[in-house]
């Protein structure tokens, strides 16, 4: 099974804007996707990330009900070296966002290119913690996301939570 056949799987339904994958789990199935900044119909993708492991999935969305959003949220107005890291981020995802479109503008004219992590356009105030965890995962070294990855008490599973239909 191909991985966008796998993705495909992992969401319920077909990936819009899939590129790649860009990480994988211990278990070797997609874990974080690259998408393309627009779909073939010219529709924005908002974010370049996204997260497609459900155990992580699941785990980021237990911390996103518990109110981590907001949580994060505070955290960032109080930690500068932490509001920093998200400004270079951001950067980071604007030029990956603008290299990944090439000379396609879609049906936005482009303005989507120009949007943070997990398509914002209010990089402090955040939105969706998956984005900032996929982030972190393509991308070492990105703090926030990674401190909010650190909050997930067992990132991977014991198992694969992917279950692959056998080929006959």
């Not at 969401?11 to 690259?34: D, K, M, Q, S, Y």
């Not at 509001?83 to 090439?102: F, N």
Request: charged content about 25%; glycine content about 8%.
């Amino acid at each position: 099974m191909d991985d966008q056949s796998v993705v495909a799987m992992q969401l319920g339904r077909e990936p819009r804007a899939f590129r790649r994958v860009a990480i994988r789990c211990p278990f070797g199935r997609p874990a974080v996707t690259e998408q393309w900044p627009y779909s073939p119909d010219g529709e924005p993708f908002p974010t370049t990330y996204y997260l497609t492991c459900r155990h992580l999935v699941a785990a980021v969305s237990r911390l996103e009900a518990a109110g981590g959003v907001e949580r994060w949220s505070h955290v960032l107005g109080d930690d500068a070296e932490l509001l920093a890291e998200l400004a270079r981020a951001t950067v980071e995802q604007v030029s990956i966002r603008r290299s990944l479109a090439g000379t396609n503008t879609g049906r936005d004219g482009g303005a989507a290119l120009e949007l943070g992590i997990g398509g914002s356009r209010n990089p402090t105030a955040l939105k969706c913690l998956h984005a900032h965890v996929a982030f972190a995962l393509a991308r070492p070294g990105y703090r926030l996301g990674e401190a909010v990855l650190a909050e997930v008490a067992e990132p991977w599973p014991k198992s694969c939570c992917t279950r692959v239909p056998s080929p006959r």
